[in-house]
């Protein structure tokens, strides 16, 4: 299932599938949202208000983020819930990548908090800060508080300067837990649960003229072109 929002106004998309593993019959939810891939979707990405986000007291998130989000919200929820009631005992797995990361935990974050959706696992890529400090202690709740088998871990490539955005002076923390990979992606290093680690990809300053690590994840480019 994809193509929820509405794409003439925002052209975000989220989808979500069931996918069962044929050795061992185990079956996952996915849910997960694509990057940014239109000038619509740069105007969202740059705007950098933190505004209320209901889902947990005192959070605030990244406003063009947020309605990124609530563009898919109510079709992603109800897909999700439908599944879940046809496959009880499923994983569910929530990714994306660059603004699709920042939807992914917005959406994570609600489905924990609204849904009671038990244990998930969350993997982004290329994620940027999305909210404040009560922010990503709520998200961080979704793994310190649930049963075993939840996690939640945010992929940097190298230098990607996206991660490094939007800035902690203007009110922003990242959410646990980076995974930093090297130029190369031969070798990476699981970082402290901070979502701030001094020692990761905070470690160099940003620089747009690596925005092809932004581009490329796990050997792999990211968008169209990884389906060639």
């Known amino acids: ?11 975000t998309r989220g989808y979500v599938v069931l996918l069962t593993d044929k050795a061992s019959h185990e079956e996952t939810i996915v849910l997960a949202f694509r990057g940014t891939a239109n000038l619509t979707n740069w105007a969202e990405d740059a705007d950098f208000p933190l505004v ?17 989000w609530t563009s898919v919200a109510h079709q992603s929820i109800a897909a ?42 969350i993997y982004t890529f290329g994620q940027p800060r999305v909210g ?6 709520a ?10 088998g939840a996690a939640a871990f945010r992929v940097v490539h190298w230098r990607d300067p996206i991660p490094l955005a939007p800035f902690q002076w203007m009110g922003y923390e990242h959410t646990a837990t980076e995974v930093w990979y090297n130029e190369d992606s031969s070798n990476h290093t699981v970082c402290d649960g901070s979502g701030e680690d001094a020692k990761c990809s905070r470690s160099l300053p940003m620089d747009l003229l690596y925005f092809l690590d932004h581009r490329h994840y796990l050997d792999r480019q990211t968008g169209r072109k990884s389906c060639d």
């Open 1 to 11: 299932m994809g193509g929820f929002g509405k794409q003439k106004d925002w052209g």
């Open 132 to 137: 404040n400090p009560a922010f990503r202690s």
């Open 52 to 68: 209320p986000f209901d889902a947990c007291p005192s959070c605030k998130v990244h406003l063009g983020f947020y309605e990124s």
């Open 139 to 148: 998200f961080n709740q979704l793994t310190s508080q649930q049963q075993p």
């Open 80 to 121: 999700v819930r439908a599944l879940r009631t046809e496959h009880p005992t499923a994983r569910l797995l929530i990714t994306g990548h660059s603004l699709g990361a920042a939807m992914a935990v917005l959406a994570a974050t609600h489905l924990f908090f609204k849904e009671a959706v038990p244990a998930m696992e």
